[in-house]
């Protein structure tokens, strides 16, 4: 089999370091921040041979590129056939110029990713989430759809009426969306009548929220879902940055990096790869990007590789869920946290209809979280006390809980120019 992901991991490894190479020399010759940065560190690239060596070159961060954005640029600017920015929920966005040969790398990345989770010529996909407002998500599903030979609907988010007249119209056996839109879809189908155990749909393809937990089972959004709506369920991980999508396969266990596009180190606290199955920071190298390639990319994801042969034959390494974002993580009461934790949670509770989640130092020098919950509906018990005992059984402890109308907690989840949802604010002084 042609696929490098099936080869054995020594070939993999031989393969990576072979591209690496040629990345490297690129950057050498291309890149005004990296040249810098190899004159200022003295690294000689032609050094550089096995993956291990990459130890010896600096990170790359999220500031780099905000303040040094041009510097990243690898091509003249009339190469740049597509810009996109990142969505800017942890800092300034950040701009990325595409070349005719990174929307082809773009989409060659998608349609594998695809096939991972098991679509093929004569798939129908309805696509929920957004293609415009410099959004490279929707465009890459659809770059990649159009290179797999199957067909999309491009609907766009949200709309539950609009997206069930195109499911009933159209007939898609696959939707790709937000997991906990899922759950307004049911919703919305449950009082209109809708019979959405027997649509068409056979497939969801997560994108965004997690769906299994670090032992791959299904998370309590997850298992929500599948209660309801006994569908076959794909997670994936992915980020502007890394220009590259991981997909779950049909044994669920874990997003299949694709070695031929990208590099991943899994980093610890004290900056060096942790153990294979060991939890850390995600570090992505890029290959075979030809606008803005990036060396050793802090992504600050937190998860961990699973280097086992998957059940599928595939060999390439595989990533867990996320466990959250490095910067995110809370020390609530003693205990460690993150985000989806508490997402979890309050994505699982029926009588919630949204919620943002707000960090803050306390006065005694640790964090102090309040969660404030919008309802859709006037439960007959003690709201704060119900969600108190869900996180203490759930996560074993409790966050501060306010309970305000549901239109206010939709303006703090939407602020003027967001893309995508805010459900978690971040006031710490001193961030981690």
């Given at each position: ?10 070939e993999?490894?031989?393969?990576q ?41 600096p ?12 510097d990243?640029?690898c ?17 300034e ?37 957004t ?21 999309i609907?491009?609907?766009g ?34 009082e ?39 569908v ?20 669920g ?21 942790v ?40 060999y ?24 989806p ?8 509770t ?24 919008g ?10 006390k ?13 966050p ?28 710490r002084?001193?961030?981690?």
């Amino acid at each position: 089999m042609d696929d490098i992901e099936y080869r054995t991991p020594e070939e993999i490894k031989s393969y990576q370091e072979e591209l690496l190479h040629t990345a490297l020399a690129y950057l050498q010759g291309h890149s005004a921040y990296y040249q810098r940065m190899f004159a200022r560190c003295e690294i000689n690239v032609d050094k550089i041979v096995h993956l291990e060596d990459l130890v010896k070159i600096p990170f790359t961060e999220k500031k780099d590129l905000q303040i040094f954005n041009e510097d990243f640029l690898c091509c003249p600017r009339e190469k740049i056939i597509d810009y996109i920015t990142t969505s800017g929920t942890l800092g300034e966005p950040v701009t990325f110029g595409c070349t005719e040969k990174d929307l082809q790398r773009l989409a060659y990345n998608e349609k594998k990713s695809f096939a991972c989770a098991g679509l093929k010529p004569g798939n129908i996909l309805q696509l929920m989430t957004t293609i415009d407002k410099r959004f490279m998500a929707g465009l890459a599903y659809f770059l990649g759809i159009r290179e797999l030979g199957a067909s999309i609907i491009r609907v766009g988010n949200g709309i539950p009426e609009l997206q069930w007249d195109t499911i009933k119209r159209i007939k898609p056996d696959t939707i790709m969306c937000v997991p906990s839109f899922i759950l307004r879809l049911i919703q919305y189908a449950e009082e209109h009548g809708i019979d959405y155990r027997n649509s068409s749909v056979r497939r969801i393809i997560g994108i965004g929220e997690g769906l299994r937990e670090q032992d791959f089972s299904l998370n309590l959004l997850g298992r929500r879902i599948k209660e309801k709506w006994d569908v076959d369920m794909f997670a994936t991980y992915s980020s502007t940055e890394m220009g590259a999508t991981f997909s779950e396969c049909e044994y669920g266990m874990g997003g299949h990096v694709h070695p031929e596009l990208i590099i991943v180190e899994i980093i610890g606290d004290d900056n060096l790869p942790v153990p294979d199955g060991e939890v850390g920071e995600i570090v992505v190298t890029t290959l075979g990007v030809e606008g803005m390639p990036l060396l050793r990319f802090r992504t600050g994801d937190m998860a961990a590789k699973c280097v086992e042969r998957c059940r599928c034959g595939r060999y390439s390494y595989r990533l867990t869920p996320l466990v959250g974002r490095k910067n995110n993580m809370i020390k609530l009461k003693g205990t460690t946290l993150y985000p989806p934790a508490i997402n979890d949670v309050l994505d699982n509770t029926q009588y919630v209809e949204n919620y943002i989640i707000i960090v803050q130092n306390s006065d005694a020098g640790t964090d102090d979280v309040v969660v404030k919950v919008g309802l859709n509906s006037e439960p007959d018990f003690d709201v704060i006390k119900d969600l108190k005992d869900r996180f203490r059984s759930r996560i074993r402890v409790a966050p501060s809980i306010e309970i305000l109308p549901v239109d206010e907690i939709a303006r703090l989840n939407f602020p003027a120019k967001s893309r995508k949802p805010v459900k978690f604010v971040d006031n710490r002084k001193n961030l981690r």
